[in-house]
């Protein structure tokens, strides 16, 4: 006799099983493959998906939180790089958000493109991402003896910023990704006097 916990243990097993496929599906077929579509991928049949995800929000959720924990990591490794380089630091964390977009951008529209049919709201995506860059900005700045009270807003602005950029960059390409990430770093460290030049 199977045990509750084995049960649940299968189903999780199998849930992320149908994931994975569901990620294959949108990379192969695009953000707006259907939940049809999606299923044939699997193997499976469309009623046989709801009943894991619920419906296609429900699986737009949980391809958010893989998203977003595969980020979170990627920054966590660039963010957390024990160095006194603050530009090469920022450059590092703004390229692995590029980075990981322009690497996925099928899944990544699948999320964010209203034509999908999906509409995640991504602020709390957004948040979990601001949390891991306001505590590493916390400690470069408790590192330096420096004032930690605007660790969280700095944080926030930044990674909208950032995100904007990255998502109207992704769908146009109109310069390599280096050269993006150059831009982002260069406003960043220096504002628009780095752009313009100091006033005489």
Known sequence: MITKPAR???RATRREELLDAAIAGIRHHG???SMDVLAAEAGITKPILYRHFGDRAGLAHAVADRFAGELEADLGNAISQVTNDTRALLAGTIEAFVSYIERDPAVYRFLV????GVGVD?????DRISN???FAIGEQL????AETGGADVIARGVVSFVYAAGDWWVDRRTMPREQLVAYLTDFLSTGFTGLWGSPS
Do not use: E, I, M, Y
């Not at 493109?113 to 999908?116: A, I, K, L, N």
């Not at 991504?122 to 957004?126: D, H, I, N, Y």
């Open 113 to 116: 493109q209203p034509g999908t």
């Open 132 to 134: 891991t860059v306001a």
């Open 8 to 10: 649940d243990t299968q």
């Open 142 to 145: 408790r590192a330096v003896g």
């Open 31 to 33: 953000p707006s493959a």
């Open 122 to 126: 991504l602020s709390g995506f957004l």
